[in-house]
């Protein structure tokens, strides 16, 4: 089967750094995406990647080692407002979106 | 409109009664995606559309049926509904189904079946 884990929830402190990680077990790889999504809305776009490496976009930066069907969600400078759910998502063979369950980021000040 | 609009934004139903979930985008994306989204779990597809003029199933399309008349438009039809149907749902549109095609989402609709 195909399979999406992350941890449940996670805890840091504002201005801090935090390690968001996701493995996963999919029929077939064409990506791996993150999404943030803030309790009551919509899950919203963060990063894309379908290299081995890093992807940096300001205070968030996105890893990825398809060898180890691993990625990792690395977020600086944290803030306030960076409070809510990190979605980790690999699209598989038939281009479908398999996605994992959530991270709950608690940020406290 | 901009992006993604989606009506309902949320509804009590009783068991048994037909629902139809709207949704509306304006980005011309050919790809749209139904999504339920359930606490404790990842979003799951329940159907999707590649084109005007084709669906397909998804994870758990049972319950549910879509049609897609036009680009714009992807209206989800619980036929006759029951409590497990209860969750939040998302419509999502990408400008097609491709490895790179980021997909967007609509605001959601809350459905409560009694």
């Known amino acids: 089967g195909q399979n999406i884990d992350q941890p449940t929830e996670m805890t840091a402190t504002e201005g801090a750094i935090v390690q968001i990680n996701c493995t996963y077990q999919?029929?077939?790889?064409?990506?791996l995406f993150w999404y943030q999504q803030h309790a009551g809305e919509a899950p919203t776009f963060l990063s894309y990647n379908v290299l081995d490496g890093l992807e940096e976009k300001g205070r968030f930066s996105s890893f990825l080692s398809r060898s180890k069907g691993y990625s990792y969600l690395l977020l600086k400078e944290l803030q306030m407002k960076d409070s809510a759910s990190y979605l980790c998502a690999v699209k598989d063979s038939n281009y479908q979106l398999i996605w994992g369950a959530g991270t709950k980021l608690i940020i406290k000040p | 409109i901009a992006g993604i609009t989606q009506a309902p934004t949320s509804q009590i139903l009783a068991a048994g009664r037909r629902m139809t979930l709207r949704c509306t985008q304006d980005m011309r994306h050919n790809a749209m995606y139904w999504y339920r989204q359930d606490l404790g779990l990842g979003l799951r597809l329940i159907h999707y559309s590649n084109t005007a003029g084709t669906t397909g199933k998804g994870e758990v399309p049972d319950g549910y049926s879509v049609s897609r008349a036009n680009t714009d438009d992807f209206p989800l039809t619980l036929a006759s509904a029951v409590p497990s149907q209860t969750s939040v749902y998302f419509c999502a549109s990408s400008v097609s189904q491709g490895g790179t095609d980021t997909q967007y989402f609509g605001p959601g609709t809350r459905l409560t079946v009694l």
């Open positions: 999919t029929s077939g790889f064409n990506g």
